[in-house]
Nanobody, 123 residues
Framework: VQLQASGGGLVQAGDSLRLSCTASGGTFENYGWFRQAPGKDREFVAGIRRFDSRTLYEDSVKGRFTISRDRAKKIVYLHMNSLKPEDTAVYYC???????????????????WGQGTQVTVSS
């Protein structure tokens, strides 16, 4: 199993970015995006469930970020609009295999993780 995240960069406040996560080597039930800022724990940002495409967002990104997926290509996107300096972090994509009960927003429910991509938002 491999998750490859890309799309990070340095942008100004108010700008947009789209992160991509390409999954391979398995069938995945839930996908999530998490982020980790320096000195802070890794936190949930957004998640999507495979069978009904239900999405869930962390409160601070609601209305600004959108998670979506391309089923055929096994790519999950995080569209980030109106970026703020507090969005600066390393962003990780995660995936959960099929089977079992899991929550979209719980870090421990994800077995597979990508390498992370840096997003820096300047003021």
């Amino acid at each position: 199993v491999q998750l490859q995240a890309s799309g990070g960069g340095l942008v100004q406040a108010g700008d947009s970015l789209r992160l991509s996560c390409t999954a391979s080597g398995g069938t995945f039930e839930n996908y999530g995006w998490f982020r980790q800022a320096p000195g802070k724990d890794r936190e949930f940002v957004a998640g999507i469930r495979r069978f009904d495409s239900r999405t869930l967002y962390e409160d601070s990104v609601k209305g600004r970020f959108t998670i979506s997926r391309d089923r055929a290509k096994k790519i999950v996107y995080l569209h980030m609009n109106s970026l703020k300096p507090e969005d600066t972090a390393v962003y990780y994509c995660a995936a959960k295999g099929v089977g079992g009960i899991a929550s979209i927003n719980l870090r421990d429910d994800y077995a597979y993780w990508g390498q992370g991509t840096q997003v820096t938002v300047s003021s």
